[in-house]
């Protein structure tokens, strides 16, 4: 059962291989770590509950948007045909490209840019996740979602958002349902809070 495999890899991967900073010795705890820029790793059940709500399965290409360290790819990777992600913070970028390369993951395409535009060339994907909080439902990114798709993303005001399950059925019509409460970093861009 493909939620049994994914809570087993999520067990088995290291959170520590993906904090290079003085937090590095608190990865095993369950809470949000600081990653620089003003970033965060999130907490490790949160990334656990976002990918099995995907219902991933190797066919799927995944639109993922923040990048960050990684850590939430390498789960996306690790059960998608391929990964396409974007990080606005080049440096964060490059960071996660040597260590994901480092430790074997090959199917991810890495971009630089505006996660809100999402990343047209490779539309539509089976499955989008955001790791940063839009103050409304990025509809740019939803129109990249092929019908029968499904989109997790944070959505609302600073310091507390929803996380919202959004699914396209075949005839391209948007459904959302709200999973939990969750504080996540902001989304620049066009979906920002202070856009």
Excluded at 103 to 114: A, E, M, Q
């Amino acid at each position: 059962m493909k939620r049994d495999e994914i809570t087993k890899f999520y067990n088995q991967l290291d959170r520590s291989l993906f904090i290079d900073n003085a937090h590095k010795q608190s990865a095993g705890q369950d809470r949000p770590l600081p990653i620089g820029y003003g970033q965060t790793i999130s907490q490790p059940s949160l990334v656990l509950e976002m990918t099995l709500q995907l219902e991933l399965d190797e066919r799927c290409e995944v639109l993922e948007i923040g990048t960050g360290s990684g850590y939430q790819t390498a789960l996306l990777s690790e059960f998608a045909k391929s990964v396409y992600t974007v990080e606005r913070i080049g440096e964060l970028s490059v960071k996660a490209q040597k260590r994901l390369g480092k430790l074997g993951f090959d199917n991810i395409h890495y971009r630089v840019g505006d996660g809100s535009e999402g990343w047209s060339e490779h539309a539509p994907y089976e499955r989008i996740i955001t790791t940063a909080a839009a103050g409304e439902v990025p509809h740019k990114l939803i129109r990249q979602l092929k019908p029968g798709g499904i989109a997790i993303a944070p959505v609302g005001p600073r310091r507390c958002q929803e996380l919202l399950k959004i699914t396209k059925d075949e005839n391209g019509t948007v459904h959302t349902e709200t999973l939990c409460l969750v504080t996540f970093v902001e989304m620049k861009g066009e979906y920002g809070w202070n856009s």
